[in-house]
């Protein structure tokens, strides 16, 4: 019993002592004191873009990547790694040169991650940089991309919902809907309806595309899965991320051509937009539960097999 309790003891993370958290709170003082503009930057455009307030999320499910590499984690026996501080000084170099020379608004953010996964190369070596990798990289998700590159990657996506979308509008008797590029022309009962549907700036579904991604690559990690599995569910993000646009373009369409224009548009697009990810997720663990059954497992089978022949047994 002490030792069954001496064992939990060891896997709550209060066994790390307060010595360790006053380190990572000095650490963690020092990342912002070098960084607090861009960390600013990025949270005010969580607050003030619908695109991006699941970067809110994204430090939540990091935490939660950690809680299950705990055992693992507190087992490590941490070994400094002096190529992590030249990795962390080679971050602060480029900060430097980005920030006053080149000015790359979206590299000075980005920089904050190599440099925290530097901090923990440097303190705890490799050995703990193989259970926290992922939480480290995994905050990419939250660093907004640049307008002009995250317009020019949603645009083909957009083109393509369009289109499946004017097909299915089409459908409707005595609706015509053709794609132009991001466009949807309408005519509903020979009446051409103004303005066209424009894709591009109402669909808030590919405006989530970041949101999309960083759900897959949750939803693959969440659980411990064969890496088949998890291959299948990340592979598997931007056809879903197609389908809920898809969706979420048709949807607006039926709004702002039977319904009224204005629930298309506004924070009415926006919500509807936003239910596009429990959508998502949905779709993702209903995949993960059809992969998950797609197999049997031979030796819980041949258990429950054993177990059956014994209550025979016990009954004969």
């Known amino acids: 019993m ?39 930057s990025i949270v005010s455009k969580w607050v003030t873009d619908s695109s991006w307030s699941h970067g809110f999320i994204i430090p939540l499910f990091s935490l ?31 900060y430097v040169l980005v920030t006053y020379r080149y000015k790359f608004g979206y590299f000075k953010s980005i920089t904050v991650i190599p440099t925290i996964g530097s901090i923990v190369l440097f303190i705890g070596g490799w050995r703990l940089v193989k259970y926290l990798w992922l939480p480290v990289v995994y905050l990419i998700f939250a660093i ?6 995250y317009e020019r990657m949603t645009i083909p996506l957009r083109q393509l919902a369009a289109m499946i979308s004017s097909q299915i509008l089409s459908l409707v008797s005595g609706l015509e809907a053709t794609s132009v590029g991001v466009m949807i022309d309408v005519v509903y009962k020979g009446v051409r309806l103004e303005p066209a549907l424009d894709v591009a700036e109402a669909c808030s579904g590919m405006r989530l595309l970041m949101a999309f991604f960083a759900l897959g690559v949750a939803m693959a990690y969440l659980h ?14 931007l056809p879903i991320a ?16 039977l319904w009224d224009p204005k ?21 993702y663990g209903l995949l993960a539960w059809f992969m998950a059954n797609l197999t049997v497992d031979e030796s819980q089978s041949q258990k429950q097999e054993e177990l059956i022949i014994r209550r025979k047994d016990s009954q004969g």
């Open 144 to 149: 907004p991309l640049p307008n002009e590159v």
């Open 64 to 94: 939660y990547f950690i809680n299950q590499q705990k055992k693992e984690l507190l087992a490590v026996k941490a070994k400094t790694n002096w190529l992590g501080l030249a990795f962390l000084l080679c971050c602060l170099v480029f």
């Open 2 to 40: 002490d030792g069954k309790q001496l064992s939990e003891q060891e896997l709550n993370w209060s066994s790390l002592g307060v010595h360790t958290y006053i380190k990572i709170a000095v650490l963690a003082a020092a990342i912002y004191g070098v960084f607090h503009v861009e960390i600013y």
């Open 224 to 237: 411990y899965r064969p890496i088949w599995q998890r291959l299948v569910l990340l592979a598997s993000t």
């Open 263 to 283: 629930y298309a548009q506004g924070v009415y697009h926006d919500t509807l937009g936003l239910l596009m990810l429990p959508l998502a997720f949905g779709l």
């Open 242 to 257: 197609i389908l809920c646009n898809i969706v979420r373009v048709t949807i607006t369409g039926f709004i702002y051509i």
